[in-house]
């Protein structure tokens, strides 16, 4: 399949928190033009921002796709709502996040999307797991890859790989 190679940020920390990763993953393998070309290990991490919370697990998947970043969005958001997502609380607990990180080297600012995503290089349960399968990927707005934002992090949370 031809088409923009992209990295989805995963999350959930609300019921079988790996289970609804692994599920998440699932889903977006069968979104129609769309082929899952790599995938991280899933990781424990450690709440940021709202930290009275469960602790999360966090996985990043890589794919290639003809769709627009639009409605890669949109399909994205379909299967949050499907499994349930609720956006209460900024930050808050959640059944499942999807976040389009990256949709190739392009930069989108609109009201609705804004790709690459404006926390990666601030969160260390982003850039560990895609560090894990894109070190390599250069940031397109800071031209230096994603190993380089993960060795310059200002961030002491815990981020464990989950053993399975």
Not at 86 to 94: A, E, M, T
Not at 97 to 102: G, I, N, S, T, V
Not at 106 to 117: A, S
Request: proline residues 4%; contains cysteine; glycine residues 8%.
């Amino acid at each position: 399949m031809d088409g923009m190679i992209c990295y989805i940020g995963i999350g959930s920390n609300l019921g079988d928190s790996l289970k609804n990763c692994k599920y998440a993953v699932e889903k977006i393998s069968r979104i129609k033009e769309v082929e899952l070309t790599a995938q991280s290990s899933c990781y424990r991490t450690q709440p940021v921002g709202m930290e009275n919370q469960n602790y999360f697990t966090n996985a990043v998947v890589e794919i290639r796709t003809s769709l627009s970043a639009k409605d890669l969005l949109r399909e994205l958001q379909n299967i949050e709502n499907g499994m349930g997502r609720k956006r209460d609380v900024k930050g808050g607990p959640r059944i499942i996040d999807l976040d389009l990180l990256f949709y190739g080297q392009n930069v989108i600012e609109e009201h609705d999307l804004i790709v690459p995503h404006p926390e990666i290089q601030k969160r260390r349960f982003v850039l560990e797991p895609l560090c894990e399968i894109a070190s390599y990927f250069i940031h397109p707005s800071f031209g230096v890859s994603v190993r380089g934002l993960k060795d310059r992090l200002d961030d002491d949370k815990v981020v464990e790989i989950i053993q399975e």
